[in-house]
């Protein structure tokens, strides 16, 4: 009798807990809401793009929630940068490993409210490392550093 209570409970708690989490990801990538893309960016081109990602995006998974496809991935690697948490900036010898995606106009949009593009990324071409042109997203310079910690704080996170 105690055992099956506790399986119901625990059966109610992981329902509750995949629903928050398919919930929140409908929220964050799928819904009208929380996005609207900045008037100033040009339309998508209706043509195939290549994109290459460098962090969430090289899980499958994730590629097919947020562009629902995988995009044909392929090895692929961004010299010229370093990685820094989810954010890539220019640093001369260094080189990012990723992923090279083939898109449509369509899952590029996607990507790019994903991205949340004009308002925390912005979508640049490069060249890597094999020649190939695709875009890449790049944090915009106003929030390169919006969850650094500030040093200077008089409060001690690790003692």
Do not use: C
């Amino acid at each position: 009798m105690i055992k099956t209570v506790w399986l119901k409970r625990l059966l109610i708690l992981s329902s509750m807990v995949l629903l928050s989490l398919a919930g929140w990801l409908w929220l964050t990538m799928l819904s009208p809401w929380f996005y609207e893309r900045p008037d100033d960016l040009p339309a998508i081109e209706q043509r195939t793009h290549q994109v290459f990602v460098y962090g969430t995006l090289r899980y499958a998974p994730v590629r097919l929630v947020v562009m629902g496809s995988f995009g044909a991935p392929q090895d692929a690697v961004l010299e010229g940068y370093q990685r820094n948490g989810l954010d890539l900036s220019p640093q001369p010898g260094s080189s990012v490993e990723g992923l090279l995606l083939r898109v449509d106009a369509e899952e590029l949009a996607r990507l790019d409210r994903y991205e949340r593009l004009g308002v925390r990324y912005e979508r640049m071409t490069v060249t890597l490392g094999d020649g190939t042109r695709a875009w890449v997203y790049l944090r915009l310079p106003e929030r390169q550093n919006a969850f650094v910690p500030n040093v200077d704080s008089p409060i001690a996170l690790v003692p």
